[in-house]
């Protein structure tokens, strides 16, 4: 997959191919990023990306032409048909159907911008899609454009081992994970839950959905309002609650 990322910070985005997972695809040729900075697409000499906001107010505002020439740099270098997403709060929420809609194209384009803005015509004329990491506000969209080239490099076909794939297909899709632990047994008189030193794999399989359902239900009632839970998971669900009232 090839991705192109529109910036003034390219050096910042380009760590993003450094390190764990999102580092290995890119060294093994299953993801190309490139960066493309709109100050070496003006025209005049202070190289000018910005200028100040039409009907007045603090900050400055993106200006429409140097990220006009960079997008259109970047179409070329990507397959046709390559969606232009451009990073903000004011988007549609990025979640895990957005990055698995990206990971089976074979080219993206983000924009990051900078500043108060980007120019309004910039984005009608331009942009496919606004999208949000959530509801605060960064100082550019360079952190958020690596979170999405992250979440979606690691779902492009080969880039995780089968382990780590066999994972994400699981049943628990769409619910928030269990709780893990690893060695020792016993840290500062905190056990591992019995139910995982068992060998049982059916109980601890059973263990940890009723763990994910629970969590989900607490912490995250939205996720569990999209899904229809099956009648197991729903008496799962409500041991968990009444396990958890008993001060289990
Ligand atoms: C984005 C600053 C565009 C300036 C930002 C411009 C954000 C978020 C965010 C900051 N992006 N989810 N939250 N961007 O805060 O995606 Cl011009």
Known sequence: MQIVTVTLFPQMVETVV?????????????????????????????????????????????????LASALRCARGQVPAGSPVVCLSPQGRAFDQQA????????????????YEGIDER????EVDEELSLGDFVLSGGEIPAMAVIDAVARLIPGVLGDDESAQRDSFMDGLLDHPHYTRPEEVDGRRVPEVLLSGDHRRIAEWRLKQALG??????????????????????????????????
């Open 215 to 248: 969590r989900s239900y607490l912490r995250r009632p939205d996720l569990l309002d999209r899904l229809s839970l099956t009648n197991p998971q729903r008496r799962l669900l409500e041991e968990f609650l009444q396990e958890r009232d008993d001060g289990l």
């Open 122 to 125: 910039l984005l009608e004329a």
């Open 18 to 66: 450094e390190y764990g997972v999102v580092g290995r695809a890119a060294k093994n040729g299953m993801l190309s990023l490139k960066c493309l900075n709109p100050r070496d697409f003006t025209t005049d000499v202070h190289r000018t990306v910005d200028d100040r906001p039409y009907g007045g107010g603090p900050g400055m505002v993106m200006k429409y032409e140097p």
């Open 99 to 114: 990055a698995r809609r990206f990971a089976n194209m074979d080219g993206l384009i983000l924009l990051s911008g900078r």
